[in-house]
């Protein structure tokens, strides 16, 4: 396996996520209400039912939507303002490849965020073309994305963000439509990490060895503490839930 990258700074304190009373709603509905986190553990998962904010979460946090209440800071930077900075401190893996590369081939894919980062051409396609090499896939760099399987693409989409070195990896179901080989291989590749991560998960055995875990129920904190607990306390209800059919509710 090859050495993880470095990374600028791995001090969790000075690439803190604090969210101070954040929310976010549409059109007047609350997806996310209240929430004050403080993160600065290495690995954090992310749990709760289908429509409970998850997704929402990383999307506040990464920058990509505005909190309509309350503030979300990183290394206490605003990251829907300073987008820039945050090429560097946060990255996000989708649980789509499709729905973020945006290139035709490997090769320009990987050199894209590089260059955002200000790196000119021939810098950044040199930084994508050793990364490649480092993975054992330098024959990936002209290829065409479309000529990848999804397990590949997604593996791309991971290499993207780690070209630029962030302190703070999201994940957003990663594993989900991928093979066993393929889901091992991202999972071995993921505990190689230096960078703090916060995963979402609908597994359990996902979070073995976490040090935090944040249970979310329609837009609040559920739960928040040790991974044990909190995922038993998440387990234990959602098995009670299933015994009473508690899907059979219309959402008004």
């Given at each position: 396996m090859p050495d993880p990258l470095p990374v600028a700074t791995a001090d969790p304190a000075c690439n803190s996520v604090h969210l101070r009373g954040a929310g976010f709603a549409i059109a007047g509905r609350p997806i996310?209400?209240?929430?004050?986190?403080?993160?600065?553990?290495?690995?954090?998962?992310?749990?709760?039912?289908?429509?409970?904010?998850?997704?929402?979460?990383?999307?506040?946090?990464?920058?990509?939507?505005?909190?309509?209440?309350?503030?979300?800071?990183?290394?206490d930077l605003d990251p829907a303002k300073d987008r820039k900075a945050m090429l560097s401190r946060i990255g996000i893996l989708f649980q789509n490849p499709d729905h973020q590369i945006i290139f035709p081939t490997v090769g320009e894919e990987l050199a894209f965020g590089l260059r955002q980062q200000?790196?000119?051409?021939?810098?950044?396609?040199?930084?994508?073309?050793?990364?490649?090499a480092r993975h054992g896939r330098s024959h990936w760099e002209t290829q065409a994305v479309t000529a990848l399987s999804q397990g590949q693409r997604h593996f791309l989409c991971l290499l993207s963000v780690l070209a630029m070195q962030p302190h703070t990896i999201l994940l957003d179901e990663p594993f989900a439509g991928l093979?066993?080989?393929?889901?091992?291989?991202?999972?071995?590749?993921?505990?190689?990490?230096?960078?703090?991560?916060?995963?979402?998960?609908?597994?359990?055995?996902?979070?073995?060895?976490?040090?935090?875990?944040?249970?979310?129920?329609?837009?609040?904190?559920?739960?928040?503490?040790?991974?044990?607990?909190?995922?038993?306390?998440?387990?234990?209800?959602?098995?009670?839930?299933?015994?009473?059919?508690?899907?059979?509710?219309?959402?008004?």
């Open positions: 996310l209400s209240g929430l004050n986190l403080h993160l600065t553990e290495r690995r954090i998962g992310l749990i709760g039912r289908n429509g409970s904010g998850k997704s929402t979460f990383l999307r506040l946090v990464a920058g990509l939507i505005v909190p309509t209440s309350g503030t979300v800071r990183v290394a200000g790196l000119d051409k021939a810098a950044a396609t040199l930084t994508a073309r050793s990364l490649l093979d066993l080989p393929t889901q091992t291989r991202l999972d071995r590749e993921l505990a190689s990490l230096s960078q703090r991560l916060i995963l979402i998960t609908h597994d359990p055995k996902a979070l073995a060895g976490y040090d935090r875990v944040i249970w979310l129920e329609g837009g609040r904190v559920q739960a928040d503490g040790a991974a044990g607990p909190v995922v038993a306390a998440f387990t234990a209800e959602m098995g009670r839930l299933g015994e009473v059919d508690a899907d059979t509710d219309l959402t008004v």
